[in-house]
């Protein structure tokens, strides 16, 4: 069975840090590409960082130079790195792994709630 698990939500002041992780099954990690995305409360979930399986990264504009995105294969764990948070950075975040065979698969994690507020 195929699992993602996010971890390392919470609150943070603006200017904080905070590190989110996504356990993944072994099963899928290796042959995916990993990203991270977000969803406020009536808006489209939205693309916030992807690493491939060789270790490419890309981010939305509004993180970069913010957020560091990583992945340790021997862990089968993703990372999000997130420094310099503000406010409009608060919602939920969800780890999503795809990958193609065939068809294209992919597989979403349960959430972490980040928000920051002073």
């Known amino acids: 069975q195929v699992q993602l698990v996010e971890s390392g939500g919470g609150l943070v002041q603006p200017g904080g840090s905070l590190r989110l992780s996504c356990a993944a099954s072994r099963s899928i990690f290796s042959r995916s590409a990993m990203g991270w995305y977000r969803q406020a409360p009536g808006k489209q979930r939205e693309l916030v960082a992807i690493?491939?399986?060789?270790?490419?990264?890309n981010y939305t504009d509004s993180v970069k130079g913010r957020f560091t995105i990583s992945r340790d294969n021997a862990k089968n764990t993703l990372y999000l790195q997130m420094n310099s948070l503000k406010p409009e950075d608060t919602t939920v975040y969800y780890c999503n792994a795809k990958y193609t065979l065939a068809v294209v698969l992919q597989y979403w994690g349960q959430g972490t709630q980040v928000t920051v507020s002073s």
């Open positions: 690493i491939t399986t060789r270790g490419s990264t």
